[in-house]
DNA sequence: CGCACGTTTGAGCACCATCAACTATAGTGG
DNA sequence: CCACTATAGTTGATGGTGCTCAAACGTGCG
């Protein structure tokens, strides 16, 4: 998968470009958004340097110290977690606008790793700067505030879906939610490529990935949507919406 | 249940009593954590009101604007979201020195309800006064993102629990998280009350009320604890963390 | 080309949900 | 005070969903 999977060290290489932010075509999803053009240029003066992650590769390991919060630049990364025994558990797909390493925070120790699914590329942002800077700029803290809400929301999302829901269910919801964040940042809603395998999928639906590839097969069958490998076309979204809204209501 | 059941008006009674951080038992959980005498004083000006909340009633429900944030000074709650078909996913439990409506910052509404498990007493933080404040005094900043950020990292707790657990390593997951935030809070953690019905038990857990019931009888046949109505006494701790090492390791 | 990995598909089974009956408890009113 | 009711909890029997094990296929990379 690694065309350099010879060498086991970490893969990341930095370089220091200049970013900015105010060219940047994120800035209405990520964190400099609502702030005026001297904000962002002192937003841009924290923002040091931008990291390129290769395919495969870690941004950082739990366990690691967090110094920095990353926003995602490029490409399309897999958060996760491990139990003590060993056991995966993917927390999130962060894709581009996103932040990376929110859940570090609080003890300054990543709690996730977080693994390139493709050749990426992310902003770092040092934590220390972000902090005393979003002092100094209300509408960035409370920009950061929301940002770090939105986080929990989603996650209660993703309980609601582990708790309540069904196998396909769960799998409408995943397609539907990828499909909606691709549209927010201009691709295609109906039509995307799987970054990640069946297996992550399912770990992070909590479900098999023997699972996940019937659930595939089954909506093919049922025409909502064309699986050819990791890409995917939605064929019928009325229909895959239908599924969700089945969750409880037995049907 | 609540002897005032026969009123069907929200039963939130409003009490303009002085709140005093710094004379708190809680001030060391809670949001004013290292904060010096001086700047515990300014928090205290921010946080004008306690509110009491009864057992059965809502301190606020999901869709409510949000202007507050709460801490709860005394009892129990219980936070819930709903999905479009009205189904109950249970987010969490939270107790005293935990804050309430982190996930209505995103949107300034609240996505969860929360409704007292117990008659229980809630300090009211105006958030608007919070984040200015925030910016004056950077320990309280640092302080909130990282409320933020562990709230985001106990979900993640949760998504492996639900994701990867089996029922009765659920369970014990959660009788232990509960035995281990009784004991910060200078309680038994051997022994306990569950302020909490099964069935809400098995909705936070991703199970039926049944299952949890079985699972309190199982636990109890195996000498693990003792089960009586809502109270529940741990007999064999390290037997209960053998339970949830069992999660993958097939034991 | 050929190996490794990801994926698909099938068969059988385990776990937990469901349905149902019963018990216990607390609160209500005669 | 005790029936009466409503709500919560327990326990049993049964079945379905998704896991497990297994085999075969496709794809892409070395």
Chains 1, 2 share one sequence.
Request: hydrophobic share 40%; net charge neutral.
């Amino acid at each position: 998968m690694n065309h350099t999977s010879t060498i086991p060290i970490q893969e990341v290489s930095l370089k220091h470009l200049k970013v900015a932010c105010s060219s940047c075509s994120l800035r209405e999803l990520c964190l400099p958004l609502g702030l005026n053009s001297d904000e962002m240029n002192q937003l841009e003066t924290v923002i040091t340097q931008r990291v390129k992650v290769k395919k495969g590769e870690p941004l950082y390991r739990a366990g690691d110290a967090m110094r920095s919060l990353f926003a995602v630049r490029l490409g399309f990364f897999k958060m996760s977690v491990l139990s003590e025994d060993g056991r995966e558990q993917v927390t999130g797909f962060q894709m581009a606008g996103e932040l990376l390493g929110l859940d570090a925070i609080s003890t300054e120790t990543h709690s996730c790793g977080a693994i390139a699914l493709e050749d990426s590329e992310v902003c770092e942002i040092p934590f220390a700067d972000l902090e005393e800077l979003s002092r100094h700029i209300p509408s960035l803290q409370n920009n950061f505030y929301k940002v770090l809400s939105r986080e929990i929301v989603r996650d209660h999302g993703v309980m609601m879906l582990l708790g309540n829901m069904k196998a396909e269910e769960r799998l409408a919801a995943f397609l539907l939610n990828l499909s909606q964040r691709f549209a927010l940042r201009g691709y295609s809603s109906r039509s995307f490529v799987l970054r990640m395998t069946r297996e992550e999928i399912g770990s992070y639906l909590g479900l098999k990935l023997e699972t996940i590839s019937r659930g595939f097969s089954r909506f093919q069958e049922q025409g909502l949507i064309r699986v050819h490998n990791k890409e995917i076309e939605i064929l019928d979204l009325p229909a895959l919406k239908q599924v969700l809204s089945g969750c409880s209501g037995k049907a």
